[in-house]
């Protein structure tokens, strides 16, 4: 069974701070997948990449497939970017896992003005 | 624009009632699945389906049934609901093969009293 860790669990920033979310999982996988839940809302789906990078305005996701690793960029944080951050990754990866996920424990983020 | 859309974002029912939750897809996505989601315990999954009339077990299974008699309809049937069952409810649906197009709906948060 997959594991997926993440670090840190809570964050705390500034406006204007650079924010690193680290992802980590414990087998192979096909993708990755990076998401958000802002306080009381329904999960919106960041990222999901299988190599390198993508970026998109001030997030950025990368992910390191031979080191099982996978990190979360936020740049000039602004406080709208509070919510919880969650990565996931498919169960029996490589098999016919019907797109089921494994979740991270999610970091939350609070970003102060 | 596509969605998952959950009927209700909140729901207050009576211990004992019997409960439905409903999600419809409107991206002819093959797979749905209902979640769970509670504090500390992060997003685990309930059950899903993978076609018309299919249904597998999640991790949690337990007090629980679902039901897909429509593509794009799939229900979660709390039999007889119990304080226990206070949680968020999400329903995703995603496409088979690797580019899964993973979607989530907003949430029910059930109250169970």
């Known amino acids: 069974k997959n594991e997926v860790e993440q670090s840190p669990q809570n964050l705390t920033a500034q406006e204007g701070e650079f924010i690193t979310i680290n992802c980590s999982y414990s087998v192979g996988i096909s993708a990755l997948h990076w998401l958000q839940q802002h306080p009381g809302g329904g999960i919106v789906s960041l990222f999901m990449l299988s190599s390198g990078k993508k970026k998109h305005g001030r997030l950025i996701a990368t992910i390191n497939i031979q080191e099982k690793h996978s990190s979360l960029h936020i740049t000039a944080s602004h406080p709208r970017d509070s919510a919880v951050y969650i990565c996931?990754?498919?169960?029996?990866?490589?098999?016919?896992?019907?797109?089921?996920?494994?979740f991270g424990q999610g970091t939350i983020l609070t970003v102060h003005p | 624009d596509v969605k998952v859309t959950q009927s209700s974002r909140y729901l207050v029912k009576r211990t004992g009632e019997k409960v439905f939750l409903e999600c419809v897809q409107d991206?002819?996505?093959?797979?749905m699945f209902w979640y769970r989601q509670d504090p500390g315990l992060g997003l685990r999954l309930i059950y899903f389906s993978y076609d018309v009339k299919m249904k597998e077990k999640g991790d949690i299974p337990e007090g629980y049934s679902v039901s897909r008699e429509k593509k794009e309809r799939f229900s979660l049937i709390l039999e007889s609901a119990s304080t226990n069952q206070t949680s968020m409810y999400l329903c995703?649906?995603?496409?088979?093969?690797?580019?899964?197009?993973?979607?989530f709906g907003s949430g029910t948060r059930l109250t169970v009293v």
């Open positions: 991206m002819d996505h093959e797979n």
């Open positions: 996931a990754v498919p169960l029996n990866a490589g098999g016919t896992s019907y797109g089921k996920l494994t």
């Open positions: 995703a649906s995603s496409r088979n093969g690797r580019n899964y197009g993973y979607t």
